[in-house]
């Protein structure tokens, strides 16, 4: 009679273990699959800002390289640019100092020589020969052409636009309004279009101002349209990374 009470017991408890033991389970498994979701998160944005940097990198090195050549123009031409084409054509500008005997005469001379020819004494005098262009001809980015650093703007521009916004804001369900779901997919349609917007001005700006003139090398152009595609990837892959864990979409590609 002293053993059926302990038989009984035993009985009793034996499902509140299994269903402990299938809480923990199930909680461990969240755990897990938490730390899973909170680890792509992580290495997604990584690499998204890799390639944010990659795509400034990449620009300002051409920048800084741009410039420095454009410097050693007059100094030994370390980049091998030479002098720039005239108007626009692949005619060589002729110097000034391609002339010596215009500078070999002082400036007393020259007056002498107008004093001669007014008068009537002497020949029409030398005119002063225009100033030697700066840098070889070529043009500096200044100006209109400082416009190529617009588009690189106007991208980061769009990735925070885009980036406010987690898939799960789209959602309707969890928002709970049409108003509010509404604005939201306006805020990311301005930031779609400003992201367009970018990648539109860089491929503008490179073929209008640069590529079409020969006064001025046209790499800053090629590094601007490279700089705007890797931030608008940049900016996608932000957005897919915060957005891992809350669309199943994403959660089948990456979990």
Known sequence: SAAFPVGRKLTQTQP???AEAFCANSIQQTQLRMMSIDSKRRQVSLLAGIVFGVGWLVFIDTIVHFNVCLDGVEKGDPCKWGR???NETMDVLELPTDDPSVWDKSMSDIVNDFDKFVEGKGDEPIQTPPPK????????ISGRYS??????FLAIIS???VNTIEAKHLDTDWMGG???DMALQIWLFFGAVAGFSAITMA???????FAR???IQDDPGVAGIVQVLLLLISSLLFWIGRSIGCDSDLDELFL
């Open 16 to 18: 509140n273990r299994l």
């Open 203 to 209: 491929v503008w700006v490179h073929v209008q101002l």
């Open 159 to 161: 990735l925070f636009f």
């Open 213 to 215: 003139h020969d006064d």
């Open 133 to 140: 262009p700066k840098y070889g001809g070529w043009h500096p």
């Open 178 to 180: 049409s108003t509010v």
């Open 147 to 152: 416009l190529v650093w617009v588009p690189g």
């Open 84 to 86: 720039a084409p005239v």
